[in-house]
């Protein structure tokens, strides 16, 4: 784990920089689309539940090529570039609130750790989602192979994960408010548009569109056939 690559908007020299390649951008606001969906799905109703499953199935999707791209991706994507020391993350807990702070060229030490926190605790809610049914006509792929008490476990799992979901992605959208208000730092652009402005160095080159579709089709893939090769269900009535 290292520092984060920081700079002073006042640093010699600074252009605007392609920071965030487009799978990355592509990723984010897929994975906000797909959130967004599964919970009106879950909301909607019975006849909503195959869509809720396939929305959950594109979250996975999308949440293992992003686990993937963070060892092999761009520059900045990669979790090397962004996971800070616990020591360096508490201390930079001391400038989070200061109207003047650093600008980051990629993820700050927080919003590192609020990257692996958000994908974790969303391939916790698609995990457990495969294993638990309504109870009435829709049965994740893999509910017919646990026991009733695993079963019961993951569905309050799904349940309880959720409402935690909830309040980090409320706490996510403040700290992007914070920082792009509070701070002056236009995050949400970079996250639209890849650029920042920074040393002409950090900078990445390209997206590495091939490597990244390749990645992404394999994980769809792994995906697909983990759902394709689930065991039909056995029922004994
Ligand atoms: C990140 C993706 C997902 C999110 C945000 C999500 C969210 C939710 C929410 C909020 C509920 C209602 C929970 C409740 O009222 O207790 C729900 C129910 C459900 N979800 Fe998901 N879900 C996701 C992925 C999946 C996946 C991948 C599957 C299965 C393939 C799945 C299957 C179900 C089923 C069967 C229910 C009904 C459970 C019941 O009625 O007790 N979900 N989901
Ligand atoms: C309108 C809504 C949203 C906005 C404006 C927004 C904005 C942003 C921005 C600006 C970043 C980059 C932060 C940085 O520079 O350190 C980011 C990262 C991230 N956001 Fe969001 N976000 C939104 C919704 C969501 C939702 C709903 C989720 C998940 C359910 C989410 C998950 C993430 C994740 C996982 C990252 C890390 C991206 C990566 O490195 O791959 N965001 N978001």
Redesign the pocket.
Known sequence: MRNTESHNRESSNPKEILVWDWP?RA??WS??LT??GSWITAEAGLEWASTHMLLGYMTLSLLLF?ILWGFVGTRH?KFSSFLVSPRVFFSSLQNLFSRRSEDHIG??PS?GWA?VL??SV?LVQAISGLFISDDIFNDGPYHGSVSDGVASFMANLHHLNFNL?LCL?AL??SA?GWFQFGKNQA??K??LLGKKTGPAVLGIQSSQTLKALSIFFVCASIIWLIVWLAPEPVYLF
Do not use: E, S
């Open positions: 990355t990723f984010h994975l906000a959130f967004l992003r994507a993820h700050g919003g990257t958000i994908i969303l979901i992605v996510h959208l992007i995050l949400t970079a996250m």
